[in-house]
């Protein structure tokens, strides 16, 4: 392979955005991405799409006032105060432009999402694309790529490790999966977007033990390896213990059901059909919650009015096509749907139902439930699940690594899951967005830095 100015490994959000701002700023790329299967198995791939930016040109069209600053209030009020101020700082500033861009020279079709508000967001300002799913996402970037001629995306080819020359990197080793290596030089150095270590059990069971028995539903190539190429170079981590959880994986299916049934309203019970805590804290700390109940398991109840307002998310059809949605005519047949004692659920759900018209304070202090449900009801069963790690290797705003002496590693970037993120610590700190924004922003910035570089 010939020699490129900037190697990018990892083809998710993160990788996609640095190669693209990188190629489209002069410099020739080489994306390399070690899964044949990155298009439906990357941390990406899976998500929702939803790119949070305060104060952005969608937002300011429907009047909404929102700014980088209220965007950062609503991260360290949800963190308590621990989200790395610097990268909080760089990723909220440039949060607007990174949209505009997004829409502008990638041609991704976003728009606000106006119809529900993820919990710990003052105000609507999340931006997806039309069917919600990463994948489309990832297919739009895929095609932005392909438009750039000194761009090349190839898999599956793994970054083993980095070519160290006088304390700058200058390239990197390619495996491809019959063991074969490559070296490839790189003058701008190496971007790494390889992820976290969610698929790691080990490092699982090391930095986030709480959620260790959940089922990981995340990227299979998140393996840890910007982890390991970092730390051989001396550089700092920050946040190891950083994850999003999800309270609502619907088994035995595995697939995602959206919080927004939440938000609309539902509420979750477990199999004695009794509520355990105010579900509008965040699906992430409600992954560890759900796992502390009975079997594991829980269900989320909705209704009609949710069903209806859900359809937009693909993984909402995805589920209704598998029929894991149950529909019960009153609360008796409900409660045997579920399995649980009736009389402690018509209890549960008439305390719902009262806190709901506003005639009692909930027991869990839910501060609204967003409607009353009525019947029919609507029932899925979940499990608690690690979605993605949200701790990495520590950077600075322009996303290049730092060693614990915060100094920058000549020639290395890392962005999205294999950087520290926004996320503070532990599971309760994830604000829904911070994933995407994490790797699309610290991408772009590191794309843009690396070429800031190039000199002649
Ligand atoms: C179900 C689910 C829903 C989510 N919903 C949202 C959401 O709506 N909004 C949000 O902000 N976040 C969401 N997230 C989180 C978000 O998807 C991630 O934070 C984000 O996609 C991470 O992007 P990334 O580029 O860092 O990683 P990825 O998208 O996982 O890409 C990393 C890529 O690197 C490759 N790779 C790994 N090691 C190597 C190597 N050594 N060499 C080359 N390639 C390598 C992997 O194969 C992979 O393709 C969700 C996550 C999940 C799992």
């Known amino acids: 392979m010939s020699d490129v100015d900037l190697i990018v490994a990892g083809a998710g959000a993160a990788g996609f955005a640095a190669a693209i701002r990188a190629a489209e700023l002069g410099a020739s790329v080489l994306l390399a991405e070690a899964s044949a299967t990155f298009e439906h198995g990357s941390n990406t791939s899976m998500s929702t799409s939803m790119v949070p930016a305060g104060g952005s040109r969608w937002q300011d069209r429907l009047g909404i006032v929102d700014s980088p600053a209220t965007f950062r209030d609503d991260i360290m009020r949800k963190t308590k105060g621990t989200a790395d101020a610097t990268v909080l700082h760089a990723l909220t500033d440039v949060a607007p432009e990174l949209v505009a861009w997004l829409a502008d020279d990638c041609d991704v079709p976003l728009d606000l999402v106006t119809d529900f508000r993820y919990p710990g967001h003052s105000t609507d300002r999340c931006h997806a694309v039309p069917d919600r799913a990463g994948r489309s996402l990832l297919r739009n970037l895929g095609s932005a790529l392909e438009r750039h001629h000194a761009a090349t995306l190839i898999a599956p080819f793994r970054l083993h490790d980095v070519l160290v020359e006088d304390g700058r990197v200058v390239g990197g080793v390619l495996q491809t999966p019959d063991g074969s290596v490559e070296e490839v030089r790189s003058r701008l150095g190496v971007i790494l977007a390889t992820n976290g270590y969610g698929a790691d059990p080990a490092l699982v069971r090391r930095f986030a033990p709480e959620i260790a028995e959940g089922v990981y539903h995340g990227g299979d190539g998140s393996r840890g390896d910007a982890l390991r190429i970092g730390e051989r170079l001396g550089a700092g981590t920050a946040q190891l213990d950083a994850y999003q959880g999800h309270g609502a994986l619907a088994v035995p299916h595995n697939v995602l059901l959206t919080w927004a049934t939440v938000m609309h309203g539902g509420v979750v019970v477990n199999i004695e059909g009794e509520r355990f805590d105010d579900e509008t804290i965040g699906y992430s700390e409600y992954g560890a919650r759900v796992l502390a109940q009975p079997g594991r398991t829980a269900w989320v109840i909705f209704d009609t009015r949710i069903h209806d307002a859900c359809q937009p998310f693909a993984d909402y059809q995805d589920l209704l096509s598998q029929n894991a949605v149950r529909w019960a005519d009153d609360v008796d047949s409900l409660a045997e749907t579920i399995g649980a004692p009736a009389e402690t659920l018509n209890k549960t759900l008439a305390d719902v139902a009262r806190a709901a018209r506003g005639e009692a304070a909930d027991a869990f202090g839910r501060p609204t439930f967003a409607g009353e449900l009525v019947a029919p009801f609507a029932a899925v069963r979940v499990t608690g699940a690690l979605f993605h790690t949200q701790g990495g290797l520590a950077v600075d705003a322009d996303a ?54 190039m000199v002649g």
């Not at 999205?416 to 994830?430: L, T």
């Not at 829904?432 to 699309?440: E, M, P, Q, T, V």
């Not at 922003?441 to 590191?446: E, K, S, V």
């Open 400 to 453: 290049r690594v730092l060693t614990p002496a915060l100094e920058a590693i000549a020639g290395l970037y890392a962005a999205g899951g294999a950087a520290v993120g926004i996320s503070g610590n532990g599971a309760s700190g994830y604000l829904a967005g911070n994933g995407l924004l994490s790797a699309l922003g610290l991408g772009y910035l590191a794309g843009q830095h690396a070429v800031g570089t």
